[in-house]
Nanobody
Framework: QVQLVESGGGLVQAGDSLRLSCAASGRTFSSYAMGWFRQAPGKEREFVAAMSRSGRDLRYADSVKGRFTISRDNAKNTVYLQMNSLKPEDTAVYYC???????????????WGQGTQVTVSS
């Protein structure tokens, strides 16, 4: 059983930065792509960013391009989401998830974390 645990969320002001972390259990972390999704109140969950197992395939939602950066440290079984220039519309619960390949399609992800709340005040 794989467990994904997100951390690093919090309450910040518009323009601030946050770095989310997602720690994965197990020995096969480096064999999988990882993604970040988010869900705002009253809205459907949406894709944020994804990275292939090699790190060469990077994908971002248009709404976060140039502001968010996904990265991974396979030695630490951890994927990160660096979020800069945060906006109130980035307020959401952020989830990390595991997949066989980098994709914006949430249906290809098989394991999900419990989420971490990010709130951006104006």
């Amino acid at each position: 059983q794989v467990q994904l645990v997100e951390s690093g969320g919090g309450l910040v002001q518009a323009g601030d930065s946050l770095r989310l972390s997602c720690a994965a259990s197990g020995r096969t972390f480096s064999s999988y792509a990882m993604g970040w999704f988010r869900q705002a109140p009253g809205k459907e969950r949406e894709f944020v960013a994804a990275m292939s197992r090699s790190g060469r395939d990077l994908r971002y939602a248009d709404s976060v391009k140039g502001r968010f950066t996904i990265s991974r440290d396979n030695a630490k079984n951890t994927v990160y989401l660096q979020m800069n220039s945060l906006k109130p519309e980035d307020t959401a619960v952020y989830y990390c998830a595991r997949s066989g390949y980098a994709s914006s399609d949430e249906t290809v992800y098989d394991y999900w974390g419990q989420g971490t709340q990010v709130t951006v005040s104006s």
